[in-house]
């Protein structure tokens, strides 16, 4: 790599824009930068489930780099991917917990793989999540965001201090809405471009898709939990998550899933969105992950999947990486393998996995 990087800020682009807005920040406030678009695996290997979106996208972020005379590197991470984040969502689909490949995503490969392979040789990495930061006694702080509807702290919180320390969010402390006028301001060509919907992985592909492509199908029942009678057929537990009311193709509802039992691939279906409600208000977690220092209160707020509800809760750590929380409501969607992300007042504090 030419020149001196500790000067450059390396910015993560994906052709949304989001981080494109945050490249315009970026150059208007005097940074050097260097853009990356990191090429992921399956865009190809999975191409005939969808329509590539690397493509389009590329065609957008050469367009803004050149605007705003930017160098714009194009890195393969299909293997990176695979084995860091891919193998995992399988093998967690496989046991019947609901991953969040998100969270590894930005973990393992933007802060992680990219980090160890190029952006360590830059001063910071910079990407287009909506979150901020703040120095407080030698910690870097995770904080919210202002906009409810688009912090993304709860796909940050698995990232480490160190990682914490490496990064810049420029639009962390807009709303959507002032995103969406800096891009007409700066008439960037994507400045209309619909935000992507989906996991980070999948482009265009349905996750559906994906799952029968790894997993294949497995015809099963679908039982009623009170009366144990059959109501139907599924082509494998795999397709189905807790709390899920969409997608079981059966009248009489709404349905809501509310177990599977893995060895027996049976899916338990239920009216009552809280029956087998022990999971419900309180549950276990396990695996820590305190960005700063473990909180010193029980205490705290918690999100069980990314969006603006919180819930009041309290966590009793029963060991270094075990841990109870205690909602106070209930919660209809909590399963296995999903993230508890925890906060005071608007700091992001960490996550653990839900067992």
Known sequence: MQGDCRNT???????????????????EQGYHVKAYYLKIWLEEELSFLGDCP???????ITRVCEQFST???????QREYHERVVSYTIDELKKGRTPSPDLFCNQRIKFGAFYDKIGHKYSKIATGHYATLEEKNDYTLLKTAP????????????????????????????????????????????????????????????????TAYHLGNEQGNIVEWETKIELGKHRGYWFHTIGQRKGLGLS??????????????IVYISKD???????????????????????STEKLKVKIRHGKLFYDCSLQVTN????????E????????????????????????SIQ
Do not use: M
């Open 71 to 77: 160098p714009l590197e194009i890195v393969p991470f």
């Open 54 to 60: 690397w493509e389009d996208d590329l065609q957008y």
């Open 252 to 265: 009489g509802g709404p349905w809501y899933v509310v177990k599977k039992d893995v060895q027996q691939n």
């Open 273 to 295: 969105k809280n029956a087998h409600s022990e999971s419900k208000s309180v549950f276990h977690v396990a695996n820590f992950n305190w960005i700063a220092e473990p909180p």
């Open 329 to 352: 409501g209930k919660d209809q969607g909590i399963a296995a393998g999903q993230f508890a992300v925890f906060y005071q007042d608007n700091t992001c504090l960490g996550c653990a």
């Open 9 to 27: 800020i390396a910015l993560l682009i994906s052709g949304g824009v989001d981080s494109s807005v945050a490249l315009a920040l970026l150059k």
């Open 320 to 327: 270094e990486n075990t841990g109870v929380v205690h909602l």
């Open 147 to 210: 906009d409810p509807v688009k912090d993304q702290t709860y796909f940050l919180a698995h990232l480490s201090q160190e990682q914490i320390k490496h990064t810049l969010f420029p639009i962390g402390k807009l709303t959507k809405a002032e995103v969406r006028e800096a891009a007409q301001k700066y008439d960037l060509p994507n400045k209309n471009r619909k935000d992507s919907q989906g996991i980070c992985f999948l482009g265009k592909i349905k996750f559906s898709d994906f």
